[in-house]
């Protein structure tokens, strides 16, 4: 059949993106190569495995972005939140379920839809023709995983993850940081100053260094290749070559002046650089660590300028198959080189089981779209689900695109807000007001047929 969507891959994405194009009447084949091939992190051949965490993170849609992305998909009628409700374990604030009863409820659900086949075995080769989306996610298949790069370009498909730690830029004590690029080289000023400096004296270098070393770290999963490379090795490991490595690496303190102490040269730099165009978040440049969280945030508070930072994210260092998408995929989230072609969940750079199940969500929705000759208007950017598909397909920097979980500081500013921890309740309430005002509006500019229509 012409009108078919093809999804390959039935995880979180693959499975929100079918019963998104299904409830609207279009027919949907799931490719899903479990339990034939298996990857080392899935254990059954159920349609959306939490092969971790049995977390779906924080439920609160007034305080929190992530609860915001819940609130969107349940709004949308989500099958992931519908069968997360359905199977909720008591876990405070957070929305954690009982992952097999999950699982299965998923998969039963889709397989007794009339306009659902589940189709087995893996799919090796980018399709020629017909409407696909491919939600393979972090552990494509390796036959795949090539088929893309070749398309692709190797450079702008990646297969580890190598996260720096992102800062909110109004969590920074700029009495101690300072904004300039090494050697002030660039055209323009906004490139003269396009880094954020924090100076280390020796004694802080020393004790940084040694609280590193202490740090409790992660071990690679097993089966996970440990094999990265040396251009982004973990800065505890950089460390453990010797204790002068990072002062000759990432914290060189050549080429800048602290202008709060001209006259007193660093003994290190800690350098954090621009991570969206908003100028919300900044990631601490060369920082891929495999520290466990709760050392990171010790750790890197010791850097001066940085005592109160708050993270948008952590590092770390993971197999993870995804996309250049900021260069690869246009605004509804189609190869631009093959627009039948969309991607959709984490091998679009998105991290998490809810940002994956929301970009299926919207990928399964702008196919379906496209399927039945409409054209919705964009996604609006204030939105949680906008935030992220501006983020991903044109808002992150290009250059040092890394997987992003969905946060505030993906959001546009809102006006009038006093700023700084003081004002971040009023602020966040403005934020998720203003999301579900948004995204309901484009729910309901935006009907598509219901099946039952
Ligand atoms: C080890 C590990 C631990 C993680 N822990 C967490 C966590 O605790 N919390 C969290 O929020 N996120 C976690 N993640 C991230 C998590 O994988 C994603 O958040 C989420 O599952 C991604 O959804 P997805 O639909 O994009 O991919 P997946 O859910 O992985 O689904 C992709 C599907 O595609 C199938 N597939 C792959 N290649 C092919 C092919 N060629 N043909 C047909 N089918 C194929 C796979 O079998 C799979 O079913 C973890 C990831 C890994 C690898």
């Known amino acids: 059949m012409t009108n078919t969507l093809h999804i390959i891959g039935g995880g979180m994405a693959g499975s929100e993106a079918a019963w998104q194009a299904a409830s609207h009447g279009i027919p949907v084949t799931i490719h899903e190569m479990r339990p034939e091939t298996g990857t ?34 349940r709004a949308a009628g989500g099958l992931i939140m519908a069968m997360a409700d359905r199977h909720r374990l008591p876990a405070g604030g957070a929305l954690a379920v009982d992952r097999d009863a999950f699982a299965r409820a998923v998969t039963e659900t889709l397989r007794a839809h009339p306009l659902v086949t589940v189709a087995p075995g893996e799919i090796s080769a980018l399709p ?37 730690p992102i800062v909110y830029h109004d969590s920074i004590d700029m009495s101690r940081a300072w904004m300039q690029s090494r050697y002030d080289k660039g055209e323009t000023e906004e490139e003269r100053t396009a880094y954020l400096n924090c100076p280390m004296d020796r004694d802080q270098y020393e004790a940084f260094i040694d609280a590193l070393l202490a740090a409790d770290k992660t071990e690679f999963h097993e089966g996970e290749t440990a094999g990265y490379f040396d251009g982004c090795l973990p800065i505890e490991v950089m460390a453990e070559r010797g204790r002068e490595t990072l002062r000759h690496g990432p914290m060189k303190p050549v080429g800048l002046t602290n202008p709060h102490q001209p006259d007193v040269k660093p003994h290190a730099v800690v350098q954090l650089r621009r991570d969206n165009a908003l100028g919300t978040l900044y990631n601490i440049v060369g920082f891929q660590t495999k520290m466990k969280y709760g050392a990171q945030a010790d750790v890197f508070k010791m850097i001066p300028g940085l005592e109160n930072a708050r993270f948008a994210r952590l590092g770390g260092i993971h197999r993870n198959t995804f996309l250049n998408s900021p260069t690869l995929l246009d605004d509804q989230m189609r190869l631009k080189s093959r627009p039948h072609i969309r991607f959709a969940g984490q091998i679009t750079g998105v991290e998490g089981y809810v940002e994956s199940a929301a970009m299926g969500l919207l990928a399964g929705r702008l196919a379906a779209a496209e399927l039945s000759g409409k054209t919705p208007p964009p996604v609006p950017q204030d939105s949680a689900m906008g935030a992220l598909i501006h983020h991903i397909t044109g808002g992150a920097e290009a250059k040092t695109f890394q997987p992003m979980n969905v946060n505030f500081g993906l959001f546009r500013p809102v006006d009038g807000l006093k700023g700084g921890r003081r004002g971040r309740k009023d602020r966040y309430k403005a934020y998720t007001d203003r999301g579900k005002e948004a995204w309901q509006g484009w729910l309901d500019a935006y009907p598509l047929p219901r099946q039952t229509d």
């Open 40 to 73: 080392f992190a899935h254990q059954t051949g159920d349609l959306a495995e939490m092969v971790c965490s049995n977390s779906f993170r924080s439920d609160d849609d007034e305080q929190n972005a992530v609860g915001l992305l819940h609130w969107e998909m």
């Open 128 to 164: 020629e023709d017909g409407t696909w989306i491919i939600a393979t996610g972090p552990l494509t298949s390796q036959g795949l995983g090539q088929a893309i790069a070749a398309e692709t370009g190797a450079e702008a498909l990646a297969f580890f993850d190598a996260i720096a």
